[in-house]
């Protein structure tokens, strides 16, 4: 895939547009489409707006989105900006992730901003291409919503050259259905003889794709013609994709040398980054976001130390200084009724490997407390399964509206809610160091802590904040869990629970 002539965009864009690009740059800057996420007008200025006009300037477009940050929203517009500078009636963009979800949230976003989009765009003098927003279902079909055609990828040849023909045809799926309805076109004359050149798509949009294995981006990648362009959105500081194989012992140098099984946003930013030639922008352009718009204040400074690493200064919400504190009458009801978003509980106990059952207390003192929780308002994470059971078994007959997630952190990416509770788990310092890599990992932390919109309350023994590892590697994974204990540093109460301290921690 060689790189574009970036200097004569035009001749790559709809040729209906007028030759005043530039000017419908500047006019697409001014938009605005609406209160689309928490609660904020989003515009195409800023950033926001720099990152998407300069992705129009490169072959691969990395966009880093930090938590809270909307990128699903800036990929939606992105992709539209790219529909109108590069593509005409009869071309075909791929929307893929690694999960359904997260393919039906950029369709539905994008469903969602197109009549505005369009409304603006024709009043800038530009003609739009009409664009048909679809998805492929491998197996059954669920219907995704809006105006989105929903389509099976066995017996699809008519329904793609219909929907194809007077629209650019925006297709979303998975990895899966996407290669299977390429599979079905590619195997039918009737769609080899109208397009000898085979499946073929202008643009290739990779949402989550900090999840996705690299096997799978190549795959998609070849799909994509030989002037077009692609586009990944993905957080590598969150958890990368999980993959059962036995890598240590592969007896093949090459497959691990070239690590297949690192994500497809991973492994396009290790080109960027570390090849011994330098890459271009044209070629390869990293693209982050830093203004998270959901995270409160408290938390955002909690992770920002992750961020730093890769040269962004997360903003955002600052402290708010007129906030008047509520008098609460009680100990634990200040947690989950006070107004501060960040809290720490250290409890004494040092036994527990995989579930604890001091932990379970702690929290079904914390929900206790709570006063009248809203439905599917609160979150409980932890890192093991064990732990998992444990905590459903204790409190899903009793806590169940309130509570509408109990899992583990790798279950919950992308989510979110008001209240998120932390079980850490494990205490016994021998399982602790045994799992030092796993328990402290500073994805999985990461995650965990930036699931909330209101408020984050962790649960953890001192053992394990009081945990030093050895290796100088996951000594600087332990990061988010140092930066914790120096801000949680004002004394709330204490308490004695089963013969066992607990001391609640906020920021000051």
């Known amino acids: 895939m060689g790189l574009l002539n970036l200097t004569q965009v035009s001749q790559n864009s709809n040729s209906n547009q007028p030759t005043d690009w530039n000017d419908f740059v500047e006019e697409l800057k001014k938009l605005s489409v609406g209160q689309k996420a928490y609660g904020r007008e989003i515009s195409i200025n800023g950033n926001l707006g720099e990152f998407n006009i300069n992705g129009l300037n490169t072959r691969i477009q990395l966009l880093q989105g930090p938590p809270g940050t909307g990128k699903t929203e800036t990929t939606a517009i992105a992709t539209f900006l790219r529909i109108m500078a ?92 996407i290669l299977k309805m390429v599979d079905e076109l590619n195997s039918k004359p009737t769609f080899t003889n109208k397009y000898p050149q085979r499946f073929q798509t202008t643009t290739l949009i990779v949402d989550e794709a900090s999840m996705m294995v690299f096997p799978h981006f190549l795959a998609l990648a070849t799909l994509v013609r030989n002037d077009g362009e692609i586009m990944l959105a993905g957080d590598h500081r969150q958890l990368a994709p999980i993959v059962t194989h036995d890598w240590e012992n592969e007896d093949r140098p090459p497959v691990v040398f070239y690590q297949p099984y690192v994500s497809a946003y991973q492994a396009i930013q290790n080109l960027k980054e570390n090849s011994e030639t330098p890459v271009a922008d044209e070629a390869i352009l990293r693209s982050p976001l830093d203004n998270t718009f959901r995270l409160p204040y408290e938390i955002r400074k909690l992770i920002e130390p992750v961020y730093q690493k890769d040269d962004i200064q997360l903003k955002g919400k600052e402290k708010d200084q007129n906030i008047e504190e509520k008098e609460i009458a009680g100990t634990w009801e200040q947690l989950l009724q006070g107004t501060k978003g960040l809290y720490l509980v250290l409890h004494s106990e040092r036994e527990s490997k995989r579930s604890n059952q ?151």
């Not at 530009?126 to 679809?134: C, E, F, G």
């Not at 492929?136 to 990828?153: L, P, R, W, Y």
């Not at 394990?464 to 290796?471: A, C, G, V």
């Open 86 to 177: 590069r593509c005409s009636a009869g071309d075909i963009v791929i929307i893929t992730a690694h999960t359904h979800t997260a393919v039906d949230n950029l369709l539905l976003r994008l469903d969602s901003l197109l009549p505005i989009l369009n409304q603006h765009t024709a009043k800038s003098g530009l003609t739009t291409p009409a664009i048909q927003l679809s998805k492929v279902h491998s197996s059954e079909i669920e219907v995704t919503g809006g105006t989105i055609q929903d389509f099976s990828s066995k017996s699809c040849v008519r329904k793609v050259t219909q929907m194809v023909s007077n629209n650019v045809l925006v297709i979303g799926g998975t990895t899966s259905a």
């Open 358 to 508: 001091i932990e379970v207390e702690i929290i079904k003192q914390i929900l206790d407390a709570g006063g009248e929780l809203p439905d599917n308002s609160t979150a409980i994470l932890t890192p093991h399964r064990a732990q998992r059971s444990l905590l459903k078994t204790e409190l899903e007959t009793d806590y169940g509206k309130a509570v509408d997630v109990i899992d583990t952190v790798e279950k919950v990416q992308g989510g979110e809610r008001d209240n998120v509770i932390v079980s850490a788990t494990a205490s016994n310092q021998s399982a602790i160091s045994k799992n030092v890599e796993f328990i402290l990992s500073l994805n999985r932390s990461n995650i965990a802590f930036s699931r909330a919109k209101k408020r984050l309350i962790i649960v953890c023994s001192k053992t394990l904040l009081d945990y030093i590892p050895t290796e100088l590697e996951n000594y600087e994974e332990a990061i988010l869990w140092k930066t914790l204990r120096s801000q949680c540093s004002e004394l709330i109460f204490a308490e004695q629970i089963a013969g066992h301290t607990v001391d609640v921690f906020t920021n000051p």
